[in-house]
C-alpha cells in the first residue's frame, strides 16, 4: 500500500511535469512499453525488487531493456534510481497511464465474460458502460468462465454484475430468506 502511494505521487509529478512540456503522449507510450515488458517478465520485476543488488546495475539493466525510451522517461528513471525506488517503475508506469488517460477524459472499461466478446455483444456493453460513466472508455476483455454466462462491467469504482452466477446467488438468498421467514 505505501509503494502503491509512493508510486502515485511519482505518476502524478510526472504528468504534471510531462503536460507542462508538452510530451505526455510520448511518455506514456514508453510506460505502455514498460508496462508490457513487465508484466511478460517477472524475472526483471524480482531483478528491480531484489535489495541485495546495487541501484546503479539496476539503472544500468532498466537503461539496457528500455533503450528507446523518451528524455522524461528516461529522467523519471534517473529520479526512481536517486530516490532508491527503481522498484517502482512498473507501478508508476502504470499510474500514470491511468492519470494520462484520465486527464484526456478517458476511462478504461473491464468486462469479464465467459468466453471472449463478440462484436454485438461488444456494442451492447459499450452502450451500457456509457450510461454508466461520460468518459470516452477504453474496453478491455477478461475470460473467465467460472461466471458461466452474462458479463461483469467495471468501470473505475462502479460495477455492473449480470453475469449468470450472480443472478443464481441472488435467487439463492432469496429463496433462503423465504425459506427462513416461513
Known amino acids: 500500500m505505501k509503494n502503491n502511494r509512493a508510486a502515485l505521487?511519482?505518476?502524478?509529478?510526472?504528468?504534471?511535469?510531462?503536460?507542462?512540456?508538452?510530451?505526455?503522449?510520448?511518455?506514456?507510450?514508453?510506460?505502455?512499453?514498460?508496462?508490457d515488458v513487465c508484466s511478460t517478465n517477472q524475472n526483471l520485476i524480482d531483478f528491480l525488487d531484489n535489495p541485495v543488488l546495487s541501484i546503479q546495475s539496476k539503472q544500468e539493466t532498466v537503461s539496457k531493456v528500455f533503450s528507446s525510451l523518451s528524455e522524461g522517461s528516461k529522467n523519471l528513471i534517473s529520479i526512481l534510481a536517486a530516490n532508491n525506488r527503481i522498484n517502482l517503475l512498473n507501478q508508476v508506469a502504470e499510474q500514470f497511464v491511468v492519470l494520462n488517460q484520465i486527464q484526456q477524459g478517458k476511462q478504461k472499461a473491464v468486462v469479464t465474460s465467459a468466453?471472449?466478446?463478440?462484436?454485438?455483444?461488444?456494442?451492447?456493453?459499450?452502450?451500457?458502460?456509457k450510461e454508466l460513466s461520460s468518459a470516452t472508455l477504453i474496453l478491455s476483455n477478461v475470460v473467465n468462465p467460472s461466471i458461466t454466462g452474462g458479463f461483469i462491467l467495471r468501470i473505475g469504482d462502479l460495477q455492473y454484475n449480470a453475469s449468470v452466477v450472480d443472478q443464481l446467488d441472488t435467487l439463492k438468498r432469496q429463496l433462503t430468506k423465504t425459506n427462513n421467514s416461513v
Do not use: C, F, H, W
Open 9 to 35: 505521487r511519482y505518476a502524478k509529478a510526472t504528468l504534471s511535469l510531462a503536460l507542462e512540456q508538452g510530451n505526455a503522449p510520448a511518455i506514456e507510450q514508453d510506460m505502455v512499453a514498460v508496462i
Open 115 to 129: 468466453a471472449p466478446l463478440t462484436a454485438d455483444l461488444e456494442k451492447t456493453i459499450l452502450g451500457k458502460a
